[in-house]
T-cell receptor, first 110, second 116 residues
Framework: KNEVEQSPQNLTAQEGEFITINCSYS?????LHWLQQHPGGGIVSLFMLSSGKKKHGRLIATINIQEKHSSLHITASHPRDSAVYICAVLPPGTASKLTFGTGTRLQVTL | DAMVIQNPRYQVTQFGKPVTLSCSQT?????MYWYQQKSSQAPKLLFH???????NEADTPDNFQSRRPNTSFCFLDIRSPGLGDAAMYLC???????????????FGSGTQLSVL
């Protein structure tokens, strides 16, 4: 079992829909990252969370440390949101080893 | 403006011919990472620098080396590329604060390496 599990693995939505991507992890963490990767592209860091909730434009990320769970929400989805969304966690007291989830491939259609 | 810059965007090399990938940053971050990402897989950490301290992952092949001549630049050297080394190579930076509190990661756009 992976230490970081994401669901769903693949998601297709119509433009305008509200989207939720979930991430569950089984290890202690100091922070959790939500990352976005477009096909053939580099990675963009969307959020880094250690507690609570963060919002940036149409994106909202929440984390529940007790339940070891985080969600990424996209409101009013748009085709340009189509990408792979990756959850990654950072163990405490380390600069280095992010543990990555398997990613959620999102396709937003017109 | 791009803050973590990787060059080149695409690199083609021949089997066994040494290749160097470069990464530069304008953020003055003290930590720089190199990741390898193969198709449809999660990125895999190869090594990272905390300032000048080099930290190699245990399963990173000896074929992969890195140099960080100053804060801004970091290089990935592949001494004898094999076909299995074809991948996207991602550079990332972060600032490690006091108490080992890590801050947000910034990734470069990656270098797609092909080995012929």
């Amino acid at each position: 079992k992976n230490e970081v599990e994401q669901s769903p693995q693949n998601l297709t939505a119509q433009e305008g829909e509200f989207i939720t991507i979930n991430c569950s992890y089984s290890v202690g963490i100091s922070a959790l990252h939500w990352l976005q990767q477009h096909p053939g592209g580099g990675i963009v860091s969307l959020f880094m969370l250690s507690s609570g909730k963060k919002k940036h434009g149409r994106l909202i990320a929440t984390i529940n440390i007790q339940e070891k769970h985080s969600s990424l929400h996209i409101t009013a989805s748009h085709p340009r949101d189509s990408a792979v969304y990756i959850c990654a966690v950072l163990p405490p007291g380390t600069a280095s080893k992010l543990t990555f989830g398997t990613g959620t491939r999102l396709q937003v259609t017109l | 403006d791009a803050m973590v810059i990787q060059n080149p965007r695409y690199q083609v090399t021949q089997f066994g011919k040494p290749v160097t990938l470069s990464c530069s940053q304008t953020l003055n971050h003290n930590v720089m990472y190199w990741y390898q990402q193969k198709s449809s897989q999660a990125p895999k950490l190869l090594f990272h620098y905390y300032d000048k301290d080099f930290n190699n992952e245990a399963d990173t092949p000896d074929n992969f080396q890195s140099r960080r001549p100053n804060t801004s630049f970091c290089f990935l050297d592949i001494r004898s590329p094999g076909l299995g080394d074809a991948a996207m190579y991602l550079c990332a930076t972060s600032r490690l604060g006091q108490g080992l509190s890590n801050e947000k990661l910034f990734f470069g756009s990656g270098t797609q390496l092909s080995v012929l």
